[in-house]
């Protein structure tokens, strides 16, 4: 396994890479060692905005925007739930009673 320092050597041409790295590095990305040495960053917004599919495995459609969504909202909740919580610790650690908010209700 590689250092950042290493990666940092890879990126500015200090060091180049052989072909085992270069194996583990495709294999972390799913690729093909071959779409790993023609990335062009470009072509990933052009093929995400078309609805294309990059790469061997990577598909951007509407699905995963419907999916990104959804765990937005559920990350919005968990944090409204941590902050009630916390709140709810803190009361009982000074031995007070909370305010009167209550945890929100969601269906499941």
Not at 33 to 61: A, P, R
Not at 90 to 100: C, E, F, H, I, Q
Request: proline share 4%.
């Amino acid at each position: 396994m590689s250092s950042p320092k290493a990666y940092g050597r890879y990126e500015t041409g200090e060091t180049t890479l052989d072909m085992p790295h270069l194996e583990s590095i495709a294999k972390v990305f799913e690729m093909s060692v071959i779409e790993v040495l023609s990335f062009d960053e470009k072509m990933v917004f052009n093929n995400c905005t078309q609805n294309h599919v990059l790469g061997s495995h990577n598909t951007y459609n509407e699905g995963n925007v419907k999916e990104r969504e959804q765990l937005l909202l559920r990350i919005a909740e968990l944090e409204e739930d941590r902050a009630f919580l916390r709140e709810q610790l803190r009361a009982a650690l000074r031995g007070t009673v909370p305010k009167s908010r209550t945890k929100p209700n969601r269906k499941q």
